[in-house]
């Protein structure tokens, strides 16, 4: 079986779930996969691919993990999403979030925040 193993601290900073199906993105190869998260050691800052997935990256590639969940149009403002950055050792780096507002004439803003001090990333 193909799945992710990652650290449950940073999935539950993250808000990913045992067994969620999550897309993986290779920046380094373009390689994209489909799969879903076990949890691994509790503070040991894993990130392991298994089975068929482990082929598609090397140690030390830098790769995207993301989590989605279908809403309608109108919960968008109400949501807001969660991204993590990593240093090469796994331990978080940047905690961000997505924040999105309708203004009165019905248009969206969107900005990248910093969860540490509520400013733009």
């Not at 193909?2 to 999935?11: G, M």
């Not at 799969?35 to 830098?62: F, H, M, P, W």
């Not at 109108?74 to 940047?94: A, G, M, Y």
């Not at 961000?96 to 925040?113: E, I, P």
């Amino acid at each position: 079986m193909t799945s992710v193993t990652l650290d449950p601290d940073h999935c539950s900073e993250s808000g990913i779930l045992p067994l969620e199906f999550v897309e993986i993105w290779n920046k380094a190869t373009g390689a994209r996969i489909s799969t879903y998260v076990i949890y691994g050691e509790k503070g040991s800052g894993c990130c392991v691919l298994n089975g068929a997935a482990a082929r598609t990256c090397q140690i030390g590639d830098e790769i995207i993990i993301c989590a989605s969940a279908y809403i309608e149009e109108h919960q968008i403002t109400e949501i807001q999403p969660k991204v993590l950055t990593f240093d090469r050792d796994n331990s978080v780096r940047d905690r961000l979030f997505y924040d999105v507002d309708t203004m009165q004439d019905g248009t969206m803003t969107f900005a990248v925040r910093d969860r540490s001090n509520g400013r733009n990333a």
